[in-house]
């Protein structure tokens, strides 16, 4: 069974612009949940979705945006990039629920602002 | 709120070593408990769980035992190999069932 996919792998971007990063989950999962790591503040979570539908969202300004397909597929947008957005950005699958814990993270996109 | 405090790293151990991670928690009600790994260049996998008090997790040689008592849920090797170097996360569900994460701890093991 074919595990989280993101892309792109690596990405760079000038400040002000935007950006885009895609996540297919595992076949059958609904819930995508997205982090951003970084060496000083660690493993920050950004948001999840289930069902096409935000369920949570983390502490981070409204530049960080994301939403979901009806196949599960998840995006995330930052806009107005910050040298400060520089960073590794996982997404995790997972069934949801009292399941949604038991997540299964892709190889991340690193992104660098410059 | 609730929260995960792990042992500093990086740790630095000789293979074949005994290994231990120290991971508390603060939280309301009784989470589930987790640890995760996260290797080189990959995102973070599921190394083992616990759900319930005095449960022990165990994968691929390491284990760790839900400590309501002590609050505490340390991860433990008995013999430690080089390719277990990676980053140690422990972690709790929320009543949300959310992932709450400690700051990871860098693990490199030696030949």
């Known amino acids: 069974k074919a595990g989280v996919t993101q892309t792109p792998r690596y990405l760079i971007k000038t400040r002000g612009q935007q950006v885009t990063l895609s996540c297919s989950p595992i076949s059958g999962h609904r819930s995508v949940s997205w982090y951003q790591q970084t060496p000083g503040q660690g493993l920050q979570f950004l948001f999840e979705?289930?069902?096409?539908?935000?369920?949570n969202k983390g502490n981070f300004p409204g530049r960080f945006s994301g939403r979901q397909f009806s196949n599960s597929r998840s995006e995330m947008n930052v806009s107005t990039l910050e040298l400060g957005d520089s960073a590794l950005y996982l997404c995790a699958s997972s069934l949801g629920g009292e399941k949604a814990a038991e997540a299964f993270f892709g190889q991340g996109t690193r992104l660098t602002v410059v | 709120g609730d929260s995960v405090t792990q042992m500093e790293g990086p740790v630095t151990l000789s293979e074949e070593a005994f290994l231990t991670i120290n991971c508390t928690y603060t939280a309301t009600g009784y989470p589930s408990l987790f640890w995760y790994v996260q290797y080189p260049g990959e995102g973070l996998q599921l190394l083992l769980k616990a759900t319930k008090a005095d449960d022990k997790g165990s994968n691929k040689g390491f284990e760790a035992t839900y400590r309501k008592e002590t609050t505490s849920f340390h991860l433990e090797k008995g013999s430690v190999q080089v390719s277990d170097s990676a980053v140690y996360f422990c972690?709790?569900?929320?009543?949300?069932?959310?992932?709450?994460w400690g700051a990871g701890t860098k693990l490199i093991i030696k030949p």
């Open positions: 979705y289930f069902s096409e539908t935000q369920r």
């Open positions: 972690a709790l569900t929320d009543s949300n069932y959310q992932l709450i």
